[in-house]
T-cell receptor, first 112, second 115 residues
């Protein structure tokens, strides 16, 4: 699975949108883009994933660049509960059922 | 989805002793994973445990130090043997919901402190 690059940390104000970037210039055609987050004192949890098209779910939106070399996780209205480490992970769809490889992630702070 | 519980949630142990961490899943799963998260760091995979076969260890982790049992499809244990302060970490159990699953579910972790 190809590697990703994320900023170490980001800050946001409560109730404002947050755009978390991820670069993955060596992504392959069979790599899906996954986002997980880890709240304090908890295990990671699934946020969203996608291949080529933008994706929306109740937690967030995922915007994928046309060349797929970067993506952005969008939290539409940050709450204090969204303060967490966000991990952008590429995984080949042929490796589904296998483990994820976690990078350092982005630590998001949400200010009241 | 899968709900995972771990025991103990935390422990403080003395150098040279061993601790066994239990992982219980509320549904049958084929693959279970054990991760370590050192203070302030990301997650590192220790091993993959399939029911009915030996666990597969990642580079830098050995069976003598981290023996794993997988007696059935809902349960696994990880033992941290002959502990040293460097073993102080959070240990997390994780499962994939199925062979074609794009999601992985994690337990709450076991916070281990070795003194």
């Amino acid at each position: 699975d190809a590697k990703t690059t994320q900023p170490n940390s980001m800050e946001s104000n409560e109730e404002e949108p947050v755009h978390l970037p991820c670069n993955h210039s060596t992504i392959s055609g069979t790599d899906y883009i996954h986002w997980y987050r880890q709240l304090p004192s908890q295990g990671p949890e699934y946020v969203i994933h996608g291949l080529t098209s933008n994706v929306n779910n109740r937690m967030a939106s995922l915007a994928i660049a046309e060349d797929r070399k970067s993506s952005t996780l969008i939290l539409h209205r940050a709450t204090l509960r969204d303060a967490a480490v966000y991990y952008c992970i590429l995984r080949d769809k042929r490796n589904y059922g296998q483990n994820f490889v976690f990078g350092p992630g982005t630590r998001l702070s949400v200010l009241p | 989805s899968a709900v995972i519980s771990q025991k103990p949630s935390r422990d403080i142990c003395q150098r040279g002793t061993s601790l066994t961490i239990q992982c219980q899943v509320d549904s049958q799963v084929t693959m279970m994973f054990w991760y370590r998260q050192q203070p302030g760091q990301s997650l590192t995979l220790i091993a993959t445990a399939n029911q009915g076969s030996e666990a597969t260890y990642e580079s830098g982790f050995v069976i003598d130090k981290f023996p794993i049992s997988r007696p059935n499809l809902t349960f696994s244990t990880l033992t941290v043997s002959n502990m040293s302060p460097e073993d102080s970490s959070i240990y997390l159990c994780s499962v994939a919901a199925g062979p074609s699953s794009y999601e992985q579910y994690f337990g709450p972790g076991t916070r281990l402190t070795v003194t």
